[in-house]
Every structure is written in structure tokens, then in C-alpha cells.
């Protein structure tokens, strides 16, 4: 590879990448797990801070179910019941959390690429929509028509998500705004389809009325999953995810495309300098995270409900973005992370014996983003209030030689004014490097304390 | 006959309008400021079922109204702090604000009972005999009047106080607001508070002017077409409005016109302003009329 530009020295997944060595030792590797923000703090400061954000965030559904007049013990262990208690309820738990990580996965690609796709309930619909037209149209062997169904899914999300693409790239089109607002056409548009029989309404059946849904896909043409009911049972589909996520970790990580894309991301500017064309990766991530979204569809489609109908995808879209947050665009760790998300969303289901709402997943799921999502920032903030608090009153001599600031020792001899020393006490003083060099003067005085 | 139907459809429109009115001066002000706020869906439902609250327990659905607007303003101050003080992906916390506040307003609805409350309607005399427009403009809830004081206003503050001006240069140039002086995070976050005040009431409005009841979902997506309106309106205030006025009479065409019996395909009406914002997208962002930091975080430093 012959990219070399300045990169960002603290991303060790890129340090890896750029070396070409294995992964590297165990601390990169539990460095690039823990904590792939740019926040460089220390991955630990992240993970303890993150444990009590968790905490709280369950704290606050407890707190919430106590309001509700329920006990939050009894909740718990019935939500455990209904998502891991009996293999059925697990099998439920891997039915769920398989599109979710699909999405998430997908979520994760056009992230890294500095792509933020949020139409992903759409690109499952209009992925379904195709699969469902292709899965009831087409004869042939049930294995072939199976992977046409699941192929064809991926195709339609992913021309879905070209059109935000070729939007952003040949019009200056905002991708969020885009994918945001085509959600609600997909929705109408799938609601046409179901709703004229010459497209994917089901057959009129004489004495029955019409509702707005298709055919149920012929039973060889679905999912084939293992083991029997009421013994635990996976899908295929929850293989196929794991294995896409997998693969999909590898070529992030270690493949040449995989590195021009996080480049991407991290700095556009870098990148194009470095030859890396935006418009072609940015486009072909947002693409593949389309083409995710889509075979989630497809999977839904094919393992779960078997006919296209205007609801099918469930907040499944939102909730695998979710996902792709707390992994912090890790398609490993959306892997444990969907799991968590989809035993939520099967224990919902039998809150409502206990008397609680079920939406109080809903919550239980925001509330989870924000623990994983906040902490970074927390420490972020915390580093720079302490490093731009203001020098005592009175007292500009702030770097006197022998004091200790942010744990080094400041060293004599540099001219005590400590802002234009350029040298070892600026940087002990300011960590100048860490947010830009921009600590001027006046700056500091005016909006010193707080951002 | 003909003035009757169409009496009946402008009334409806306004109707459904004056809600998604209010949230598009509030989401006017976030997006000039430079924030693409997505959680004024969040906003308006929170201030939706916060209103029905408040006004189930006080009786009054006036001080339901206030108490919407108060809760918008929460989800405003929770916005501004994660994602202009915290330096959150703003869309990572609008998306959150957006699952938390639909399911923890559903929740509690649930939990509750709630009995319904609709603010006084107001009816002009002798302007209301007027053929055709005399209805729809002079009988109607007076939230409705309330929002024709809001959309001057919300012009005078951008357009016309030096804090507006710094506004506009906050979503414009943050760098260069920044180096004259201007608190960048700090106008941002101001701006949102102003949007979740104005999202807050829209769901009120909503809530407790237009329905009379809350249900679950019951803004259904009315924050994201006024993200629409917005962009529709190229991020000026004129357009907006007549983005919501567009968007209002599609709605109220889509109830109105099967009673008629002209028949237009429902689904192509619903997706309407969805497609007239990409569309306006498509043809105006090149114009660069939108403001140039939208969306974009500010920290100090070189760029």
C-alpha cells in the first residue's frame, strides 16, 4: 500500500492496518474493542465510566417500574424467563436479534466511511418488497430460489440507499436527511404494493376479506432452521449474520478497502489526498449498508413472517442503528450487543403479564445508547475543563518549576509564562495536540471554562 | 357547494397545519443555527402527552399547553447539552431522544389515565360570514392565533436582534463567529431550547387543541415533515410556512377528497412532502442556500 499521510496517532486499529503485522498485542487489540473513539482517553477511564452509565440507565428502568406500581424483581426475572429462560424463548431471542445485527452490521460499514445512514427501516421494506416479489414469482429448486429471495433483497436495500448516495455525491445532498425522509416513501411505497392486486396483493379468496399484505411465500421457499420446536431452534439466517459480521470485521480491519474507508472516515481530507475517491467508497458504504438493511428484509421475510405486509419491519431498522451504537461500530461487538437488544425485545413480550408496559424496552434500549454513547464525551469534557481551568488569580507564574501538572513534572528554565514555551512545559501544561493548537489568549479567557 | 367542500378542506388544513407550524419555527431557528435537530419528533410527542398530562391533572388545558412546551424545552436542554456541550453526534442524540421519548410517552400512557381536555375555540363574528375563507380563517382554536404573534416573532429575533445575527453566523461560519467573540456551543444550545419551547407547544397544540386526547404515536412522524418544510422552504421562514401550509392541505386533501369522490391514490398524497423536500433538496442545495455548518460540530480549534 502505498498511502502514507499523517494519520491520527491514536487509533490503533489504523496503526495495525498500516503496519500490516497481526492484530498486535493484547492491549491494541482491547484498546480497538473498548474504545474506537477519537476521544483518546484511556480505554479503562471509558470502560469504568461506562459500567456506571449502564448501571444508572438501569437503575432508571427499576425506578420507572416502581413508578409504574410493578416490582422490578419480578420484571426481571419474568423478562429473563421469556428471552433466555426455555430454548423456546431463546430461540425467539436469536429469531429477533438476527436482523438487528444485520442492520447493525450494515450500520457499522457506512459509519466507518463517515457515512451516517438512518433509513434503514426503509431499505428493509423495499428490500422485502423485492424479495417477497421474487420469492413469489419465481419457480424453481427451493435452495436456488431461497438465495435469489435473500440476493434480491440485499439488490433492492442497496439501490434504496443508492439513491441518498447518488443525492450526496452528485448533488451535495445530506445523507441523513435524505435516508430519514425516504423511510416514510419506502413505507408508502410498500403500502401501494400490497394494496393493488396486480402487484403483490393476495389472492381474493371468495367469503374472506382482502387485507393489505401478500401471499405467504410457499413453505420450501423459507428459511430452513435447526432443531424442533418446542426444543431450541436457529435459523439460518442467524448463521448467515454471524458469518457477514465476521467477514465483514476481517475486510474492515485488515483489507486494503477496509483501511480506505475507516481513512474516510476519520479525515476526508487526508483521504482524497491519498487517493481514495469519496464518492465511490462513500457511496458503495452507504450502498452496503443498504444492502444489509435489505437482507435483514429479506431474512425477516424468509424466517419470520413469510408475507410482505406494510408493518413487517417492525422497528427493526431503528433498533439495529441502536445496536451499531452501543457497539461502537464494531461488527464484533454488535454481535453480543444484538443478543442483549433482541432478548429486550422477546422479554417485552411477556411484560405484559406482569402489568408493566411493554414499552419500557423501548426506553430500556435508549437508555443503553445514551450509557455507551455518553462516556467518551464525558471524559472528554472532564479532560478539557481540567486542562483549560484558569491559572489562580493573581498568579501567572502557573508553571513554576517542580509542579506536577496532569501527573508530569514541569522542569525549570522555560520562561514562566507558560504560553509561548513551545516545548515540554506548553504541551505538560495544555496537551496542546489533543484538540488542535488553538489555546490562544484570548480564547482562553473567553470561553476558557466551559464549551 | 363547491365553496362549502372547499371551506371544509382550508379549515382542515389549517388545522392540521398550525401544529407542524409552530415546530417549523422552533426547527427554523435549530437548523439556522447550524443544528439538524431530528429529535423534534421527541419534542413534539413529549409535549404532546406532557400537555394531556398536565391538563388531566390541573384541568386546565392552558397550563397543558404550557406544560408541553415546558417538556419540549427539557428535550431541548438534554439536545443542546449532549451534542453542543458533550460534542455527541448530534444525530446519534436525536435518534435516542426520539426511541426514549415515544416509548416512555406510550409508557406512561398506558399506565395513566387520562382524561381528555380541549383548549376554548375562538369564533369572530362578523369575519366568519365571509364566503370560503371566512371559516377556516376566523373559527378556530386560539393556540391557532397564537402561532400568527410566533412566526413574526421568530422573524424579528433571526432576522432583526443582533442575537439572531449571531445566530445565523453560528450556522454559517462557526470558526469565524467563534474568532469575533461569539459563543458558538452556547447560541447552538440557546437555539435548540428556543426549538424544543416551539416543538413542545406544536405538540401541545396538537394534543390538546387539535385532538382533545393523546394516543400512542400520535405525532406519527408530523416532526419529520417539518424537517421537510425546512428544507422545502430552503431554509428561509417564508418557505417554511408555506412548506407547512403545502404539507397542512395535502393532509387534508387525503381526508377530504375520497368524501368528495375524487379519487387520488391516499399513499402518493402521504408521501407527498417527503418527496417535495428531496426533490427541493436535490434542486436548491446546489444554490448553497443552506446553512453552511448545518450539522456539523463545533470545537475550538484549527480546523
Redesign the interface.
Known amino acids: 500500500m502505498s498511502v502514507q499521510i499523517p494519520f491520527r496517532p491514536k487509533d490503533p486499529a489504523a496503526g495495525a492496518a498500516r503496519s500490516g503485522g497481526p492484530l498486535g498485542s493484547v492491549d491494541r487489540a482491547a484498546r480497538a474493542l473498548l474504545a474506537p473513539t477519537r476521544s483518546g482517553s484511556s480505554p479503562l477511564a471509558v470502560a469504568v465510566v461506562t459500567v456506571l452509565t449502564v448501571a444508572a440507565a438501569l437503575g432508571i428502568t427499576a425506578g ?1 417500574v416502581a413508578i ?2 410493578g416490582a422490578p424483581g419480578e420484571v426481571f426475572s419474568s423478562m429473563l424467563d421469556g428471552s433466555v429462560g426455555t430454548p423456546g424463548a431463546f430461540s425467539q431471542t436469536l429469531l429477533e436479534a438476527t436482523p438487528l445485527l444485520l442492520v447493525a452490521v450494515g450500520s457499522c460499514v457506512s459509519s466507518r466511511a463517515g457515512v ?1 445512514n ?1 433509513g434503514q427501516e426503509g431499505q428493509m421494506l423495499i428490500g422485502a418488497s423485492v424479495g417477497a416479489y421474487v420469492g413469489l414469482r419465481t419457480q424453481g429448486p427451493p435452495a436456488v430460489v431461497l438465495t435469489l429471495t435473500l440476493v434480491c433483497s440485499a439488490l433492492g436495500g442497496a439501490l434504496w440507499a443508492a439513491i441518498p448516495a447518488v ?1 450526496r455525491y452528485r ?4 445523507v ?3 435516508t ?3 423511510i ?2 419506502a413505507e ?2 410498500v ?2 404494493v400490497v ?1 393493488k392486486p396486480w402487484l403483490l396483493q393476495e389472492t381474493r379468496v371468495s367469503g374472506q376479506i382482502v387485507a393489505p399484505q401478500s401471499n405467504a411465500l410457499a413453505p420450501s421457499f423459507r428459511l430452513p432452521t435447526l432443531g424442533d420446536y418446542p426444543g431450541l431452534t436457529i435459523s439460518l439466517g442467524a448463521f448467515l449474520a454471524v458469518g457477514l459480521a465476521i467477514v465483514v470485521a476481517v475486510l474492515l480491519a485488515r483489507s486494503r478497502w477496509g483501511f480506505r474507508l475507516r481513512m474516510l472516515g476519520h479525515n476526508p481530507l487526508a483521504a482524497r489526498h491519498a487517493g481514495v475517491r469519496e464518492a465511490t467508497f462513500g457511496g458503495l458504504a452507504l450502498a452496503l449498508s443498504g444492502a444489509f438493511s435489505g437482507l435483514a428484509g429479506g431474512v425477516v421475510l424468509t424466517g419470520e413472517v413469510y408475507r410482505l405486509q406494510p408493518g413487517m419491519s417492525d422497528n427493526y431498522g ?1 433498533d439495529g ?2 445496536v451499531a ?1 452501543v457497539a461502537r461500530d464494531n461488527p464484533i461487538a454488535a454481535v453480543p450487543t444484538a443478543l442483549v437488544f433482541g432478548a429486550l425485545r422477546s422479554g417485552g413480550g411477556v411484560l405484559a403479564s406482569t402489568g ?2 411493554a ?5 430500556t ?3 443503553l ?2 450509557a455507551f ?2 462516556p467518551p ?2 471524559l ?2 472532564w479532560r478539557s475543563t481540567a486542562d483549560r481551568r484558569p491559572p489562580p488569580p493573581g498568579r501567572h507564574l502557573h508553571l513554576r518549576p517542580g509542579r506536577r501538572v496532569r501527573g508530569r513534572r514541569v522542569t525549570g528554565g522555560h520562561g514562566g509564562r507558560g504560553t509561548h514555551g513551545a516545548n515540554g512545559a506548553y504541551r505538560a501544561y495544555g496537551e496542546c495536540g489533543a ?4 489555546r490562544g489568549e484570548r ?1 482562553d479567557r ?2 476558557g471554562q ?2 | 357547494m363547491i365553496l362549502d367542500d372547499g371551506a371544509t378542506i382550508l379549515s382542515s388544513a389549517i388545522r392540521l397545519a398550525a401544529p407542524l407550524g409552530f415546530a417549523a419555527c422552533g426547527e427554523y431557528l435549530a437548523e439556522r443555527a447550524g443544528t439538524m435537530n431530528i429529535s423534534i419528533e421527541g419534542m413534539m410527542i413529549t409535549g404532546a402527552f406532557t400537555a394531556v398530562a398536565a391538563a388531566s391533572a390541573t384541568g386546565s388545558a392552558t397550563l397543558g399547553l404550557l406544560a408541553g412546551a415546558i417538556a419540549g424545552l427539557v428535550i431541548g436542554a438534554v439536545h443542546g447539552n449532549a451534542s453542543h456541550r458533550l460534542a455527541v453526534n448530534t444525530f446519534v442524540v436525536g435518534l435516542t431522544l426520539n426511541v426514549l421519548a415515544l416509548g416512555a410517552t406510550s409508557f406512561f400512557n398506558e399506565s395513566m389515565d387520562l382524561t381528555g381536555h380541549q383548549v376554548a375555540q375562538v369564533s369572530i363574528p362578523v369575519l366568519r360570514d365571509i364566503p370560503l375563507v371566512g371559516e377556516p380563517l376566523f373559527v378556530q382554536r386560539w393556540p391557532v392565533y397564537l402561532l400568527l404573534g410566533l412566526i413574526p416573532l421568530t422573524w424579528y429575533l433571526v432576522e432583526r436582534t443582533r442575537w439572531g445575527l449571531e445566530l445565523r453566523a453560528v450556522g454559517e461560519n462557526p470558526q469565524g463567529a467563534d474568532v469575533t467573540g461569539i459563543r458558538v456551543n452556547i447560541r447552538r444550545r440557546q437555539a435548540l431550547l428556543w426549538c424544543g419551547l416551539f416543538s413542545g407547544l406544536g405538540g401541545a397544540h396538537l394534543a390538546v387543541g387539535a385532538v382533545g386526547s393523546f394516543n400512542d404515536n400520535m405525532t406519527a412522524g408530523r416532526g419529520y415533515l417539518v424537517i421537510a418544510a425546512v428544507i422545502f422552504g430552503a431554509w428561509r421562514l417564508r418557505g417554511t410556512i408555506l412548506g407547512v401550509a403545502l404539507f397542512g392541505l395535502a393532509d387534508a386533501m387525503r381526508l377530504a377528497l375520497p368524501a368528495v369522490g375524487v379519487k387520488l391514490n391516499s399513499q402518493l398524497l402521504i408521501a407527498a412532502p417527503y418527496l417535495l423536500a428531496l426533490a427541493a433538496m436535490v434542486l436548491v442545495v446546489r444554490r448553497t442556500r443552506q446553512p453552511a455548518a448545518l450539522g456539523k460540530p463545533f470545537t475550538r480549534g484549527i480546523v
Open positions: 420507572l409504574v406500581g451516517f438512518i443525492m448533488r451535495g445532498v445530506d441523513v436527511v435524505s430519514l425522509l425516504m416514510f416513501i408508502q411505497l403500502s401501494f394494496s431503528w442503528l441502536l451504537l408493566v408496559p414499552y419500557l424496552i423501548d426506553i434500549q435508549a437508555l445508547v445514551f454513547v455518553l464525551a464525558l472528554a469534557l484538540r488542535g493548537a488553538g480564547g473567553r470561553e466551559r464549551r
